[in-house]
C-alpha cells in the first residue's frame, strides 16, 4: 500500500510547489497599474467614452494619465466645450475634471499649443504641457498601458 501512495503523494507535493510558483510568476506580472489615454478624437462621444473609462479605471485605484492632441485639446481649454452625452447629461470636459480630482495628470500635447489660437494662460489650472522626452519616457514604462481614443 504505501509503495503506491508514494508516487501520489509525490505528485500532489509536486504539483502544489507547481503551483506556488506560478502564484509567484503571477504576482510579478500583474496588470499595469499606470494608464495612459492619447486622446485625439474630435468625437463628442469618443471624448467622453475615454473620460468614463479613465473614471472607472482610476475609481479601481490605478494611476490615469492623459494627453490631449489635436482637438481633444480643447478639453483642455478654461472655455472647454460643454457638448453633453446621454444618459448623465455630463460633457467630456467635466469627466475630465472629474479624472483631475481623481489625480490624473493631464496634458496637451507639445504640438496643441503652437498650432492653435491659444497659449498656456487658457488651459485650465492643473493641465500642463507635455514634452516629447517626458511623454516618451511615461508611454515605454513597463508598467504603464496605453490606449488611444
Known amino acids: 500500500m504505501r509503495q503506491l ?10 504539483a502544489a510547489a507547481l503551483a506556488g510558483v506560478s502564484a509567484a510568476n503571477a504576482d ?10 492619447i486622446v485625439t478624437s474630435a468625437s463628442v462621444q469618443t471624448q467622453g467614452m475615454a473620460m468614463v473609462l479613465g473614471n472607472a479605471i482610476a475609481g479601481q485605484g490605478h494611476q490615469v494619465d492623459v ?11 478654461q472655455n472647454a466645450p460643454d457638448d453633453r452625452l446621454k444618459p448623465n447629461d455630463v460633457s467630456p ?6 479624472l483631475l480630482q481623481q489625480g ?8 496643441y499649443l503652437p498650432n ?11 493641465i500642463e504641457v507635455a514634452t516629447p522626452p517626458d511623454m516618451a519616457a511615461r508611454m515605454t514604462e513597463e508598467n504603464t498601458r496605453v490606449y488611444s481614443f
Open 104 to 111: 490624473a495628470n493631464v496634458s496637451v500635447c507639445a504640438l
Open 5 to 14: 501512495l508514494r508516487p501520489i503523494v509525490l505528485s500532489v507535493m509536486a
Open 93 to 98: 470636459a467635466q469627466l475630465l475634471d472629474r
Open 28 to 37: 510579478e506580472h500583474q496588470s499595469p497599474r499606470q494608464h495612459l489615454l
Open 116 to 126: 492653435s489660437e491659444y497659449t498656456q494662460a487658457d488651459l485650465r489650472a492643473g
Open 67 to 77: 494627453l490631449l492632441c489635436d482637438r481633444a485639446g480643447d478639453l483642455a481649454l
